[in-house]
């Protein structure tokens, strides 16, 4: 998509489709309608009176030939009661615009740009690309690829240099967060390990990040056992992907790790899930995508920062070589392991790979995974779980998250649910039974963090979307790229 900036009178704007939005009680003439030549305004005034237009939120209203204006067509986009619109509105209503036009053929919208504030501009951009995002690559009917091809930005003077880094910064971070919804949203067959890690690498060659893929006789050098107990059971090779982001002017701390689980499938190992929504689990790469997201974001960004990200790449598979309940692993950390269920997976290559990263001289650890079903029931598929021991860290995610208008929420972690995961045999077991299980999930991952500050997010809810939104398409969010991105430019300055 391309982004331009136009300031001549909107009447005589040239374009496919000048796109406004008014807000409920005067929807003929509120929002950015304002901005719109008195003829048209008559116009809409008249719709209006027919209750045609109600600016209810995101009601689309169509008009070929407007009258008054140069465009071909005026799309109103309802953006419901003046009193709670927020930027996060403000991204829903663009992207609202462009998924109504480009259903119907229309490869160009112009933004009427209510208020040209910096964030503004960047929501819509962010609104618009997301919205461009389809999650059907592999239906072979569709000739009509369906995209929007040119946002247009339409101020009422020339784009100052803040502007136009809003603008830029906005498309940084759409692409980023699409490029995570898509790794998500390919198949296991077509997002094996070994392919997790060559698409790491194309987009490390692509933006100038260094990347390293450790294969299995590094991983099993490296003595990571927990990480090697889920992979035994696969026929596809585990990856370990490293993307380090190190601008040669950042300080030497902090040290970024960012941990990603990246199951490729999670059949759920000998613990075998069941096959009814067995599919979904191509998703559990989640984790290991966002982070990916992440890196692409700040290497264009450039914040003075380092940052280091940590993919576990494998696939949880049952087979006569699989790990199995009752075995006790050593981990890399040293920590002895029993395995309660082969299902309680993403912890045990957490658990490497944040001992990995620690060894890497990371200072702070992030690390975002699907980890458990009970972060749904809990917290359902709006918003993320927090966890953390670090107080100060957690609130600094959860600030980063309201600016960048993902929903997040803190769970509380606690001394006295330790006992739900001790084993008889080894330092803990894999799994603490289901009362409490987002939380005693993310405290076993928190185990291996140490006395380094940890926060987990657990986006087992929130990495899919069930919904065909009119704003966004059903399938993968990327949620949570945006946030990561926001904590690490809010830490760089
Ligand atoms: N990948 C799943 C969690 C999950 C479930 C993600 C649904 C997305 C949607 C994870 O590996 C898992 O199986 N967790 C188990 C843990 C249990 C066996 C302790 C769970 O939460 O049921
Ligand atoms: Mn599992
Ligand atoms: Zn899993």
């Given at each position: 998509?391309?982004?331009?900036?136009?300031?001549?009178?909107?009447?005589?704007?040239?374009?496919?489709?000048?796109?406004?939005?008014?807000?409920?009680?005067?929807?003929?003439?509120?929002?950015?309608?304002?901005?719109?030549?008195?003829?048209?305004?008559?116009?809409?005034?008249?719709?209006?009176?027919?209750?045609?237009?109600?600016?209810k939120a995101y009601e689309c209203?169509?008009?070929?030939?407007?009258?008054?204006?140069?465009?071909?067509?005026?799309?109103?986009v309802g953006a419901g009661?003046?009193?709670?619109?927020?930027?996060?509105?403000?991204?829903r209503l663009?992207g609202a615009a462009?998924r109504y036009?480009?259903?119907?053929?229309?490869?160009?919208?112009?933004?009427?740009?209510?208020?040209?504030?910096?964030?503004?501009?960047?929501?819509?951009?962010?609104?618009?690309?997301?919205?461009?995002?389809?999650?059907?690559?592999?239906?072979?009917?569709?000739?009509?690829?369906?995209?929007?091809?040119?946002?247009?930005?339409?101020?009422?003077?020339?784009?100052?240099?803040?502007?136009?880094?809003?603008?830029?910064?906005?498309?940084?971070?759409?692409?980023?967060?699409?490029?995570?919804?898509?790794?998500?949203?390919?198949?296991?067959?077509?997002?094996?390990?070994?392919?997790?890690?060559?698409?790491?690498?194309?987009?490390?060659?692509?933006?100038?990040?260094?990347?390293?893929?450790?294969?299995?006789?590094?991983?099993?050098?490296?003595?990571?056992?927990?990480?090697?107990?889920?992979?035994?059971?696969?026929?596809?090779?585990?990856?370990?992907?490293?993307?380090?982001?190190?601008?040669?002017?950042?300080?030497?701390?902090?040290?970024?790790?960012?941990?990603?689980?990246?199951?490729?499938?999670?059949?759920?190992?000998?613990?075998?899930?069941?096959?009814?929504?067995?599919?979904?689990?191509?998703?559990?790469?989640?984790?290991?995508?966002?982070?990916?997201?992440?890196?692409?974001?700040?290497?264009?960004?450039?914040?003075?920062?380092?940052?280091?990200?940590?993919?576990?790449?494998?696939?949880?598979?049952?087979?006569?070589?699989?790990?199995?309940?009752?075995?006790?692993?050593?981990?890399?950390?040293?920590?002895?392991?029993?395995?309660?269920?082969?299902?309680?997976?993403?912890?045990?290559?957490?658990?490497?790979?944040?001992?990995?990263?620690?060894?890497?001289?990371?200072?702070?650890?992030?690390?975002?995974?699907?980890?458990?079903?009970?972060?749904?029931?809990?917290?359902?598929?709006?918003?993320?779980?927090?966890?953390?021991?670090?107080?100060?860290?957690?609130?600094?995610?959860?600030?980063?998250?309201?600016?960048?208008?993902?929903?997040?929420?803190?769970?509380?972690?606690?001394?006295?649910?330790?006992?739900?995961?001790?084993?008889?045999?080894?330092?803990?077991?894999?799994?603490?039974?289901?009362?409490?299980?987002?939380?005693?999930?993310?405290?076993?991952?928190?185990?291996?963090?140490?006395?380094?500050?940890?926060?987990?997010?657990?986006?087992?809810?929130?990495?899919?979307?069930?919904?065909?939104k009119s704003f966004?398409?059903?399938?993968?969010?990327?949620?949570?790229?945006?946030?990561?991105?926001?904590?690490?430019?809010?830490?760089?300055?």
């Amino acid at each position: 998509m391309k982004i331009e900036f136009r300031h001549e009178p909107i009447a005589q704007i040239v374009t496919s489709a000048l796109v406004a939005f008014s807000f409920e009680g005067s929807p003929a003439s509120s929002g950015s309608l304002e901005r719109l030549p008195a003829e048209s305004v008559g116009f809409l005034q008249e719709l209006q009176s027919a209750g045609e237009l109600s600016g209810k939120a995101y009601e689309c209203t169509l008009i070929h030939r407007p009258p008054g204006l140069a465009a071909a067509k005026l799309l109103v986009v309802g953006a419901g009661k003046s009193e709670k619109f927020n930027s996060g509105q403000r991204r829903r209503l663009a992207g609202a615009a462009a998924r109504y036009l480009k259903g119907r053929g229309v490869r160009e919208m112009a933004w009427v740009a209510h208020q040209s504030e910096p964030e503004c501009i960047q929501t819509v951009v962010e609104g618009a690309l997301l919205a461009d995002f389809d999650s059907d690559p592999y239906k072979t009917e569709r000739s009509d690829p369906r995209r929007i091809d040119r946002l247009e930005l339409v101020l009422s003077g020339p784009p100052s240099v803040e502007v136009e880094a809003a603008a830029e910064r906005g498309r940084i971070l759409a692409e980023a967060q699409n490029f995570t919804r898509h790794l998500v949203n390919e198949p296991s067959n077509r997002m094996t390990p070994k392919l997790l890690a060559q698409q790491s690498q194309e987009m490390a060659t692509r933006f100038g990040l260094d990347c390293q893929v450790l294969g299995p006789e590094e991983i099993r050098a490296l003595k990571m056992a927990a990480f090697w107990a889920v992979a035994q059971g696969s026929e596809e090779p585990p990856q370990l992907i490293v993307l380090r982001y190190a601008p040669p002017d950042a300080p030497e701390t902090p040290l970024i790790g960012l941990i990603g689980k990246g199951i490729t499938f999670d059949s759920g190992g000998i613990s075998i899930k069941p096959s009814e929504s067995m599919h979904e689990m191509k998703t559990d790469m989640a984790g290991g995508a966002t982070m990916l997201g992440v890196m692409q974001a700040i290497a264009q960004l450039k914040p003075r920062l380092r940052v280091i990200a940590v993919v576990p790449a494998t696939e949880n598979m049952p087979s006569g070589k699989a790990y199995k309940p009752g075995d006790v692993i050593t981990s890399m950390s040293g920590k002895t392991i029993e395995i309660l269920n082969t299902d309680a997976e993403g912890r045990l290559i957490l658990a490497d790979a944040l001992t990995y990263a620690k060894r890497l001289g990371c200072t702070v650890l992030i690390d975002a995974a699907t980890l458990t079903s009970a972060i749904r029931i809990a917290l359902g598929n709006t918003t993320t779980g927090v966890f953390g021991w670090n107080k100060e860290w957690v609130e600094r995610v959860l600030a980063a998250a309201a600016s960048a208008g993902e929903k997040m929420w803190a769970l509380p972690l606690d001394e006295d649910y330790r006992d739900l995961y001790k084993s008889l045999i080894a330092d803990l077991a894999n799994t603490g039974g289901r009362y409490a299980a987002a939380i005693t999930g993310a405290m076993f991952v928190g185990e291996f963090a140490g006395d380094t500050p940890w926060v987990h997010l657990d986006i087992a809810g929130t990495r899919w979307s069930n919904e065909e939104k009119s704003f966004l398409a059903k399938g993968p969010t990327g949620h949570g790229v945006r946030t990561l991105v926001q904590l690490i430019t809010n830490i760089s300055t």
